[in-house]
């Protein structure tokens, strides 16, 4: 065996790995890993988890609202008028962006909705974030602000996903001091899977909410690919529908939605993510909502997964690669089920992604070089 040539050999596969993780992290593989995460989620759903939880609408507060509402800004009005209109639609529970007043009023027009409120992560609610039963994670960053009283009306914080290409990085719990406190979206998380948001609890880097798990990376984070745009409405198209649905009955188009109201008035700024359209904050942050729902979020893997498949790939090589053709078509069939099996169990059981065009293309690649090399008679008989 010429030693240089097989050392080689085993280079150019380390940086081939490397490129097609790096390409990876770009986005290249969207497509791909988008439909292999859903067939991880549809294949891994817990029997409390075999259907959907609820679709979420965004209602969007805009200028016209405003001035019909004779303010300059969402308020504690507006809020009750959207808890109103949502409670009548049927909406499984509302959500309201940035209100700091006294939330009773909204509370007593939900009628018994859930109700609960999103602030941004810079400007926290003066009664303090509601706190999550349990311990947070050592990783997990800050929140300013304290941590308020358990209430009827809960309070969690707004960070919109990170990341304009590949996969979207989504903060989802934080800590207040010793005490673990929920975004936005885990408050909406919880409501969805019919629990209160007194049985939501920190364990480790797990939340639970009755018998739901939500898996988070060591800084509180999960990572989802975009796919679906969640609804998005007006508040004036609500507060018609609602007076329509009252006049007309029927079936109400919103019922067990998660309805969330958030200001796009010229104030907001709109940015544009990649080749996306221009969008709120509140905007991109519904969008991480469709990957909650349908048990998309993920993690990454460790730093060591891009190492173990070299290695898997230098066996290859060195193995079946240099028997015969067959040898290898039959060991490329079985890296193909192997993978797809241990992608299985891994994301099953700890959510995390094993990627799957990097992997294989690069175990791919192991098969086509050991074969090619052989052949040659690079590594000798």
Known sequence: MNRTIALAMVAGLALLAAWLHREHARGTFDVIESGFVSWLAANTADKNQARYLPPLTLVLYDEEASELAGTTRLA???????????????????GVE??????????????????????????PPGQGWTPVAGAPAAGWPEAPGVAGRMGRFARGFIVPPEGASGARSI????????????????????????????????????????????????DGAARFLPGNEPRTMTMNEVLVASEKF??????????????????????????????????TPAERLASAWEA?????????????????????????????????NRAALTAALLTVLVFALVALGVFGSTRVLLPAAPSLLTLGAALIIGRAGHRAGWFGK
């Open 246 to 279: 009252e006049r007309e009955g029927g079936v109400s188009p919103f019922r067990d939605h998660i309805m969330v109201l958030a200001r796009a008035t010229a104030d907001v700024a709109r940015v544009a993510v990649g080749e996306m359209e221009a969008a």
């Open 76 to 94: 504690l009005l507006d809020g009750t008028l959207f808890a109103r209109a949502a409670s009548r639609l049927g909406a499984l529970a509302a």
């Open 98 to 123: 940035g209100i700091g007043e006294d939330p009773s009023r909204m509370i007593e027009a939900a009628e018994g909705m859930p109700v609960f409120g999103g602030y941004d992560w810079q400007s």
């Open 171 to 218: 903060l989802l719990a934080a800590r207040n001091g010793d005490r673990p406190v929920p975004s936005f979206l885990t408050l909406a998380w919880t409501v969805a899977n019919g629990s209160r948001w007194s049985d939501l609890q920190a364990q480790d880097d797990v939340l639970t909410a009755g018998s739901a798990r939500m898996f988070l990376a060591d």
């Open 292 to 324: 909650l729902r349908t048990n998309r979020l993920f993690l990454p893997p460790a730093w060591w997964y891009p190492v173990a498949v070299v290695l898997a790939g230098v066996v290859l090589v060195f193995g079946p690669a240099r028997r015969s």
